[in-house]
T-cell receptor, first 112, second 115 residues
Framework: DGGITQSPKYLFRKEGQNVTLSCEQNLNHDAMYWYRQDPGQGLRLIYYSQIVNDFQKGDIAEGYSVSREKKESFPLTVTSAQKNPTAFYLC???????????FGSGTQLSVL | SQQGEEDPQALSIQEGENATMNCSYKTSINNLQWYRQNSGRGLVHLILIRSNEREKHSGRLRVTLDTSKKSSSLLITASRAADTASYFCATDKKGSGGSNYKLTFGKGTLLTVNP
């Protein structure tokens, strides 16, 4: 998982609660991404950021929000508007000259 | 809909055998990548093949790309129990400027290598 740290590994959300997933990288990568993975499924893109202070919606952004105030950090907030948040969330980064993605170890979010 | 679809969904082999997984996609691509995921972990990049390449090797891995058939295959030779994992293909659609934000993942092939 080298260079990208996601925390916590497990997270529980109560009804109506917002929760924030942390993603930090020390690879000096410009681009960072959040993906959602449901059991037996591929990854779906939630949000991505190609540079500090800029980010774009992916394919399933509704009910999520992000910020990119620092190059190293790209936190994801799962809001109460996301009605089906239970999933495995993966953060990734990529250098501008390097096309492969480096992934964190993931956060499993469950609803209480 | 998924851009890349892996086949088979699951594959079980004995240690020492070769494992072949296939990926089909729908639209023209800039490149195709293969990733591996151990259960409950993040994905690890294995290999990237560009649209103008036909074959690439990395250790025990061999990837082929047939753009006329819009398909790719991943061959793992002399498999080991430690190769047990899910394998995903990911495509970078042509027209996306080569940017990773258009990287689309398939549902994966679950490979089990029995000792």
């Amino acid at each position: 998982d080298g260079g990208i740290t996601q925390s916590p590994k497990y997270l529980f959300r109560k009804e109506g609660q917002n929760v924030t997933l942390s993603c930090e990288q020390n690879l000096n990568h410009d681009a960072m991404y959040w993906y959602r993975q449901d059991p037996g499924q591929g990854l779906r893109l939630i949000y991505y950021s190609q540079i500090v202070n800029d980010f774009q919606k992916g394919d399933i952004a509704e009910g999520y929000s992000v910020s990119r105030e620092k190059k190293e950090s790209f936190p994801l907030t799962v809001t109460s508007a996301q009605k089906n948040p239970t999933a495995f969330y993966l953060c990734a980064s990529a250098g501008t000259a390097n096309e492969k993605l480096f992934f964190g170890s993931g956060t499993q979010l469950s609803v209480l | 809909s998924q851009q890349g679809e892996e086949d088979p969904q699951a594959l079980s082999i004995q240690e020492g055998e070769n494992a072949t997984m296939n990926c089909s996609y729908k639209t023209s691509i800039n490149n195709l990548q293969w990733y591996r995921q151990n259960s409950g972990r993040g994905l690890v990049h294995l290999i990237l093949i560009r649209s103008n390449e036909r074959e690439k090797h990395s250790g025990r891995l061999r990837v082929t790309l047939d753009t006329s058939k819009k398909s790719s295959s991943l061959l793992i030779t002399a498999s080991r129990a430690a190769d047990t994992a899910s394998y995903f293909c990911a495509t970078d659609k042509k027209g996306s400027g080569g940017s990773n934000y258009k990287l689309t993942f398939g549902k994966g092939t679950l490979l089990t290598v029995n000792p």
